[in-house]
């Protein structure tokens, strides 16, 4: 029994599709789906049934892309329910259920008997992977300089929040009482689209994007909450990192145009990185 991840697979675009539609059964392993699955809820509902078959248990956190509202759509934390509703409808653990515990093989190196829980986030971001120099006013100003711009701008609404960095808050400030309410002798994997630390953006083409990748609220939660892992996505630079003993995995498939140059032309199905029990802590 494995617990694996793949963020990012816009299945938008035909040729994610068709790689989504490959993978094969897994038997009894468990998949993560690291957000960006797509940008409607027709997108959603297409992962969900055609993955859902093919593992025991799927885990789902959004990405920006799932959040975005089409005119007519539901905004903000309303689009957020109405996805976490589909999830919920076919038994997909979402950010808003109760954190389950791993019931495969723990990481060779973890104590025999080890509680190991997985934590599906949703944290947003609040613009501080900024400059020092540059304020929070003056971010735009500062991306727009090289005509840098997110799409969630005008797409991804902060109802009933303010703001997107309110929301952010707000979610930070719920998800730190739920982990620290976990048992103490506990260990983790956080899960949650952005990435959870600023030396971990590796977005070097468009390094004024680094705004809209995630908070540095979240900086020590690897060790705050005991992480074995921390899997990521929306970079779509698939890489695994570590610091002070526990691995980053950023999952992200990515567009076509991007996974060609690492997967080639037609590769038979999308990798999936293995997360658990993965190589020793
Ligand atoms: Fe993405
Ligand atoms: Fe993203």
Not at 44 to 71: C, E, M, Y
Not at 148 to 157: G, K, P, S, T
Not at 186 to 207: K, S, Y
């Amino acid at each position: 029994m494995r617990l694996w991840a793949i963020s990012d697979i816009h299945v938008g675009h035909p040729e994610n599709r068709d790689l989504i539609q490959a993978i094969p059964n897994h038997g009894p392993d468990w998949l993560i789906l690291g957000g960006d699955l797509g940008e409607t809820l027709d997108h959603l509902d297409f992962v969900l049934d055609t993955l859902g078959p093919q593992f025991a248990k799927l885990l789902w956190i959004p990405g920006n892309h799932d959040l975005w509202s089409r005119p007519g759509d539901p905004q903000g934390e309303d689009k957020y329910h109405q996805l976490v509703e589909a999830c919920r409808l076919r038994g997909v653990l979402t950010p808003e259920d109760p954190y389950p515990l791993w019931p495969g093989p723990l990481p060779p190196g973890l104590e025999p008997g080890t509680s190991l829980y997985l934590a599906p986030l949703f944290l947003l971001y609040d613009y501080g992977f900024r400059p020092a120099e540059v304020s929070l006013e003056g971010v735009l100003d500062w991306t727009m300089e090289e005509h840098i711009l997110c799409a969630d701008e005008r797409l991804l609404h902060p109802h009933p929040h303010l703001s997107r960095v309110d929301w952010c808050h707000a979610r930070v400030a719920e998800t730190e009482v739920r982990l620290s309410a976990l048992p103490a002798e506990a260990r983790t994997v956080l899960i949650n689209h952005w990435p959870m630390r600023q030396d971990l953006l590796f977005i070097r083409r468009v390094p004024r994007f680094s705004p809209w990748c995630g908070t540095p609220l979240t900086e020590d939660w690897h060790r705050r909450f005991r992480a074995v892992a921390v899997v990521t996505g929306h970079q779509h630079v698939p890489r695994t990192d570590w610091r002070d003993g526990t691995r980053f995995e950023e999952v992200s498939l990515g567009y076509p145009r991007e996974w060609r140059r690492w997967l080639g032309e037609s590769p038979p199905t999308p990798p999936l990185r293995e997360i658990l029990p993965g190589p020793a802590v």
